[in-house]
Every structure is written in structure tokens, then in C-alpha cells.
């Protein structure tokens, strides 16, 4: 009897795990995190971690951390270097907010078989630790797989701060690691930070002693010293979701019902949902920071940077009709550990990574794609993620085209019939010029999109009007896309962008459906509207002219040149920019040759 209990158990065990690995890659997410609930005995603890912080910019403060890479026996299966750089720039995105940035002191390999698929079970994580664990940095073990005592996959899992030097510690499964901001990674350092789940107590039952009570303030909330013990985030049980919108239902002791937004980085909600972190979060991470650099088990700040030559001939491109932005540089080191990639987006004032802005060593390129707006300035530079954190490449601008791209939005499904799912475009002119009758717009479409799917029309901010259609077959899983062209007239656009954004909608058949499991869709559009004053046009009148033997260059640009040599007729002439008359060029008697100059399509 005992064998058979045995092998079914083992039976079981198997078939969950091929479950599991069949869906991980889209499905393993920061639900899957390990670190235990948080519970203060001493409320005088919780004062002193929630106290007003003034650490909040002031200043950088660079931390060292320690990668420690396990690969399997023979070296394979190790998270290589471009995913750690990716996954260090999201963190130093997410914690930008509070000053705080991470570089890379040395990367360890580990080669073992044993380690790679870890379990947390007996003494492995102790024996891991004592065999490579370095107190003068955070110490993040990156394995294969990561599953917890009780048999549960991970996606990772850290310490709150206390002073001692198990709380150096963070494990993380290579598969969660470099995601998105909104990931496993940044919720983990969350931890390390002393942050709690959203959801601490609170999704024990509402009767639980720790649960936290729906309203923000007045006789019935505890927000303050309960749950996650911040009144900015909601009171969280976590649950079910639909487009990001909680859907698990449920009320407090008070019968209020709970109300929880899905985009905190500290949620079990979807990783593709946001990536937020409330001041009161970003005040309590600040209070850790001081927390642990007081702690005498360890010396965060001590380990070193290596020196690094910076890289140098940083060129950057906004190329015309895409939503991205080229870079390329100069490698002049060969001990780089990878580069980061440092955006601004107010002139060159306050830079940070973005979104998985990291690369591995010895590449020279990177395409940043991250939330970038039209007709704006956005400046770069570039630095090894190993070498003294303030020491950059040269630092270069440019200013984008009035292409845009909506935010992921999850794709609407529903059991037949059009699905609309709306998508904005913001940041974009509340008005056209005068001179302007038509706005020309692209809409490429990037969906979850089964092959099922048979085409997608692109509806106005009435919902209504038909606009364009992007075809049949409209590519799967968020990768090529499928375009639209269509012009919008004056008056749509004026009426529609009036407050700064357009919301389109796309319009699928109820053939799409939730087939690569991340189920969202963007939308991004390329608006050509005039700009600098574009009504402005300067105007050269020729009456009866022979110019012959002159070459006449009106406008500083000069890269139109008439086709017409001899004007027979009264005719008006709109170049791009300006127009060069070529030797030999006649304008007949009693006729006027005008040209108007300016930036209108
Ligand atoms: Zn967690």
C-alpha cells in the first residue's frame, strides 16, 4: 500500500511539473515569489520603517551586487549577461525614484547540476551561501529552477532587512528574471527593501489579525499599521483579474467591498499590468536603505567597482516612420561586464535606465522602443554596468517624429461579434494648422492574434466611424504587427485630440482569442502634422523672368530642384522645403511663377 501511495505521489509530481513548464515561459510570473508574510511584533519597528524619509533624491546612492550565475555541470544554462544587464536596468529604473542605483561587483559562476535546479530544502541555500556568498554586496544567485521547501515553483525569493547575513540574500529563477520593470526582479528587491506584499495579511481572510480594511482613513481603517502597512496602495486580498481589473471579489469585516488596483510592482497581479510603486512604498524603501547601511553583519557599500574604459563615439538615430530610436557606440573595453542605457527625457537633466535598457558585453548597439513619445527630446548615455557608476559615455540628444505608440492594453475578448479594444494615443498636438486639411495616420496593430484571426478595422473616438482596416492576417503573438492607412480630416482630428489624446479602437472578429497567453494588443501610430509655424510659408513671386545664367537659391535647403525649366502658365509651387531654379529657367511673359516654402505635407 505504502509503495503505491508512493507512485502515484511521484505520478502526480510529474505531471504538475510538465504542466508547469509548458506554460511558465508566459504564465511563472511574481506570483510565484517566495519571501514570507511580513509581521511587526513592535509597532515602535513599524514607526521606524514607515517614519518620513528625506533619503528621497538625495542624491545617488550606488550599491554593489554580486551575481552569482549557476550553470548546470557543464556550463550551460547560466542566465547570460545580456539578461543580467536588462534585469539591472529595470531595477535601476524602478528605484531611480528613490536615488538608489545597483552595479555589477564580479560575476560568479557556479557549475552545478545540483544548484541549477535548486530546491530550498535542507541545507542547500546555507551550503550555497557559505560556498560563495560575499557580505560586502547583495548576493542574487540566478538558478534554472527555483522551488520552495514545500515543492512550489519560484520564481524567486529575498530577505526583508535584518542584521545578519542571510538577509544579503536573493534567489532568482534565470526564466523571471529580465521581464519586464514590473517583474520578479524589481518586486524581490521590493522585499529586500523591506516592502511587503500588497496583498501581507490581508489575502490570509479578512478575519485574519494582519488583514488590512478597504477604507483609506476614518473609524474603520487600519491601513496604517495593518496589511501592507501603507494607506497609499489599496487593501489587496489578490485574486482574479480581467484587463487588469480585479474581478476576485470579496469585502473586509466591514462589508466594504475590496477594490484593489492591479499595477504595483509588490502585487501578485499580472506583471504586464504596470509597474508602480506608491510613495508611501518608495518612503519605506528609502528608510531600508538606511536600515541596512547601519547593519554591522555586513558591508553593503564595500565591495568595489572595477575600472572600466568608458565607451565613447555614442550616435543616436530616430528613424523616420518607427517607434524606436537607434544607438551605437564604442566599446573600448574588455572588461565590461555589459552596458546600461540612460535616458532623459526632460533635456539631459535626470537620466535613468529604462525598461530592460541592458545589453552584454561587447555590444555597441541597443534599440530603445520603451514608451517613447512623439515630437519629443529624448537624450542618452551609456556606461559598463561593472565600472564606477558615474562614469558615461558622451552624452547625445534628438527629438522624435510625431510617431506614438498606446501603452499595451489587454485585448477585450467576448463570445461573438466586432471586439473593441481601445487603445490612446497621447501627447500628441491638441490641433492642426489651418493650412492643413488632411492628417495622414499609420496604425500598426500588435496583437495576441491566433491564426483565426481574419482582420481588424480601426475606429474613431466615436467608436463608430470606420477609419481603415489592417487586412487579413494580422500576425500572431505581438511580433511583426499589421498596418492601417488612412487620413483623418481637419475636423476629426480637431475634435478627437482636443484634450491631447486620440483613442482609437481596433476592431477584431471574434475569431481572436487569448492564444500566445499574454493577451494584449498595442496599437502605434505615425501622425504627420505640420510643425514650426508650418502656415508660414515664405513666398517668391517670378513674373516674367529669364534667369538664365543665374542659379537662384531661395530657403537654406537645397535638395529640391525644379523639374519645369520654362513656366508657361501661372502655377503655384510647394516644395517640402525650397526650391533652387536651375540655369535656363524661364518664366513666359505676362505669367507668375510662386513658389510657397514650407513643412507641409
Ligand atoms: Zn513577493
Redesign the pocket.
Known amino acids: 500500500m505504502k509503495t503505491i501511495l508512493i507512485f502515484v505521489g511521484l505520478l502526480y509530481a510529474t505531471f504538475s511539473l510538465s504542466q508547469e513548464e509548458e506554460n511558465y515561459f508566459n504564465r511563472l510570473t511574481?506570483a510565484n515569489?517566495g519571501?514570507a508574510e511580513h509581521v511587526y511584533k513592535d509597532l515602535k519597528d513599524l514607526e521606524y520603517d514607515n517614519r518620513p524619509s528625506n533619503r528621497k533624491n538625495a542624491g545617488f546612492t550606488q550599491w554593489p551586487l554580486r551575481a552569482h550565475i549557476v550553470t548546470r555541470n557543464d556550463g550551460t544554462g547560466g542566465l547570460t549577461l545580456d539578461e543580467l544587464n536588462a534585469a539591472l536596468a529595470n531595477l535601476n529604473y524602478v528605484y531611480s525614484d528613490i536615488s538608489l542605483e545597483w552595479y555589477l561587483a564580479d560575476v560568479n559562476y557556479i557549475a552545478s547540476d545540483t544548484w541549477y535546479d535548486f530546491v530550498d530544502t535542507g541545507t542547500n541555500e546555507q551550503d550555497i551561501w557559505d560556498a560563495h556568498g560575499v557580505d560586502d554586496a547583495v548576493n542574487v544567485f540566478f538558478v534554472g529552477t527555483l522551488t520552495s521547501s514545500g515543492g512550489g515553483s519560484l520564481c524567486g525569493f529575498a530577505y526583508y532587512p535584518c542584521n545578519n547575513d542571510i538577509c544579503l540574500r536573493i534567489f532568482m529563477r534565470n526564466s523571471c528574471t529580465a521581464t519586464v520593470a514590473n517583474g520578479t526582479f524589481a518586486?524581490?528587491f521590493g522585499?529586500h527593501l523591506n516592502l511587503p506584499?500588497t496583498h501581507n495579511g490581508t489575502s490570509n481572510g479578512n478575519t485574519h489579525a494582519n488583514a488590512e480594511h478597504v477604507p483609506r482613513s476614518g473609524a474603520q481603517s487600519n491601513c496604517s499599521t495593518k496589511g501592507d502597512y501603507q494607506c497609499d496602495t489599496e487593501a489587496d486580498p489578490t485574486g482574479a483579474t480581467a484587463n487588469c481589473n480585479y474581478t476576485g471579489g470579496g469585502s473586509d469585516v466591514h462589508g466594504n467591498p475590496y477594490v484593489p488596483t492591479t499595477d504595483n510592482i509588490?502585487s501578485y497581479y499580472p506583471d504586464g499590468c504596470g509597474g508602480l510603486l506608491s510613495a508611501g512604498q518608495y518612503n519605506r524603501c528609502s528608510n531600508a536603505v538606511t536600515t541596512r547601511l547601519n547593519h554591522t553583519a555586513y558591508d553593503i557599500d564595500g565591495a568595489p567597482f572595477d575600472a572600466v574604459y568608458d565607451p565613447s563615439g555614442l550616435t543616436i538615430t530616430a528613424t523616420d516612420g518607427t517607434n524606436s530610436i537607434d544607438l551605437i557606440w564604442t566599446d573600448n573595453a574588455s572588461n565590461e561586464d555589459g552596458y546600461l542605457i540612460e535616458r532623459s527625457d526632460d533635456g539631459g537633466t535626470t537620466f535613468s535606465t529604462v525598461e530592460l535598457s541592458g545589453v552584454g558585453p561587447n555590444t555597441t548597439t541597443f534599440t530603445d522602443t520603451y514608451e517613447l513619445q512623439g515630437n519629443t527630446t529624448y537624450c542618452y548615455r551609456v556606461k559598463a554596468s561593472n565600472d564606477n557608476p558615474n562614469h558615461y559615455s558622451n552624452q547625445t540628444c534628438v527629438t522624435t517624429d510625431n510617431i506614438i505608440c498606446g501603452a499595451d492594453t489587454d485585448l477585450l475578448f467576448s463570445g461573438g461579434g466586432l471586439i473593441q479594444t481601445p487603445f490612446d494615443i497621447v501627447g500628441i498636438p491638441t490641433s492642426i494648422p489651418s493650412c492643413q486639411t488632411d492628417v495622414p495616420v499609420t496604425v500598426t496593430a500588435y496583437g495576441d492574434f491566433g491564426s483565426g484571426f481574419e482582420s481588424t478595422d480601426i475606429l474613431g473616438e466615436d467608436g463608430t466611424t470606420v477609419l481603415g482596416s489592417t487586412g487579413t492576417s494580422a500576425s500572431d503573438c505581438h511580433s511583426a504587427g499589421a498596418q492601417a492607412t488612412f487620413n483623418l480630416t481637419a475636423a476629426q482630428y480637431n475634435a478627437w485630440a482636443s484634450n491631447g489624446t486620440i483613442t482609437f479602437y481596433l476592431a477584431a472578429n471574434s475569431g481572436v482569442n487569448d492564444f500566445c497567453g499574454a493577451n494584449y494588443v498595442t496599437g502605434c501610430c505615425e501622425i504627420e502634422i505640420c510643425t514650426s509655424n508650418p502656415c508660414d510659408f515664405a513666398t517668391v513671386n517670378i513674373t516674367n523672368a529669364d534667369l538664365t545664367g543665374d542659379n537662384m537659391l531661395f530657403d537654406d535647403i537645397e535638395d529640391i530642384t525644379t523639374s519645369a525649366q520654362i513656366i508657361y502658365d501661372n502655377i503655384i509651387f510647394r516644395p517640402a522645403n525650397s526650391i533652387t531654379l536651375n540655369n535656363g529657367f524661364e518664366v513666359a511673359a505676362g505669367k507668375q511663377f510662386t513658389s510657397e516654402i514650407g513643412p507641409c505635407p
Do not use: A, I, R
Request: net charge neutral; glycine share 0%.
Open positions: 511574481k515569489c519571501t518586486h524581490e522585499h506584499h509588490m
